[in-house]
């Protein structure tokens, strides 16, 4: 009998909603339905957002599917949170934990029960490495890891966002991998990545020039931290593993894009398109 042929890893590319707000003006913003149409358009597989009932209905009828973000600041918010979510379909959920000054004894119980309201509802939270929560600096983040293994006696699922740790590294073009990539066992367990371009001084810089040609620093970005960060990543990858990936650029007015930069939803398109070019080639020496 012949052998089935090895399912490949994949990616699922999420546009994030917030790109998308007040887009194309505040004036006149697109409709959820008109929103979900454009995204389909462009190419990505879905959308991340918050528990919304409505745009999760309009992503299923499109066949498209949706991740979930939210903030989690205390045990008993935990299990209301996941199962608005698994009402709407929603599996994978980024989970901004508690505060930036929650002790790490504290931030682990309501890491727990995150975790176990993610169980009962079946789905999958993923503690993000954030500004302004329990995470915002490495040695916290792994700080809660470690002591939630230690306890629990399993690894903590995570959803890292290296931009906010690039900048309070301070990190030079040529160390972006080689300093981020502390906890790679930590990576291998994810399933949902959020990839913000940035510099050692920028939490989010631009995809483009805005006339179609890549940034400068987005080159370098995407050779000295995106194709390593997925390199290592397919290295613990299990055949038929599927990484959600969201391009997580924040609008005009978020304090992330600033006044200069170009259009924020058309350089998320680009950096889709540049992140499958990376994919596709690494795939080519990929074997389980």
């Known amino acids: 009998m012949a052998k089935k042929p090895v399912q490949k890893p994949r990616i699922k ?21 008109t929103k979900v149409r454009r995204v389909k358009e462009a190419g990505f597989h879905g959308m991340s957002s918050g528990a919304d009932a409505e745009l999760a209905a309009e992503l299923q009828n499109n066949k498209m599917e949706m ?5 989690v600041g205390s045990k008993k918010e935990a299990d209301k949170k996941m199962k608005a ?5 929603v599996v994978h959920i980024n989970v901004q ?32 490495i954030h500004r302004d929560t329990c995470t915002e600096t490495p ?3 792994f700080a809660l890891a470690d002591a939630y293994q230690k306890k629990h006696k399993k690894k903590l699922r995570m959803n890292f966002d290296h931009s906010h740790p690039a900048i309070i590294k301070q990190l030079r073009p040529h160390e972006y991998w080689e300093r981020l990539s502390e906890r ?3 990576l291998h367990k994810h399933e949902l990545i959020h990839f913000r371009p940035f510099t050692g ?11 179609g040609r890549l940034d400068r620093d987005f080159k370098v970005w995407l050779t000295n931290y995106l194709e ?19 391009p997580e650029l924040g609008p005009q007015g978020s304090g992330y894009a600033l006044a200069c930069f170009p259009d924020i939803w058309q350089d998320a398109i680009r950096e889709k398109n540049e992140i499958i070019k990376v994919w596709r080639r690494l795939m080519r020496n990929w074997s389980p």
């Open 184 to 186: 790679t066992d930590l």
């Open 228 to 246: 390593p960060a997925l390199e290592a990543w397919l290295q613990g990858a299990k055949p038929g593993k599927t990484l959600y990936i969201v």
């Open 97 to 128: 934990l508690c505060d930036h000054d929650t002790k790490t004894k504290d931030a682990v119980k309501v890491a727990r029960a995150v975790v176990k309201a993610g169980k009962k509802h079946k789905v999958k939270p993923a503690i993000e």
């Open 67 to 71: 991740v979930g973000g939210v903030d």
């Open 13 to 33: 590319i999420m546009a994030a909603d917030w790109s998308l707000r007040d887009y194309p003006s505040a004036r006149n913003p697109w409709s959820i339905r």
């Open 139 to 141: 040695e916290k983040a």
């Open 85 to 89: 979510f698994a009402d709407i379909g």
């Open 201 to 211: 001084s920028h939490c989010q810089t631009p995809v483009t020039n805005g006339k």
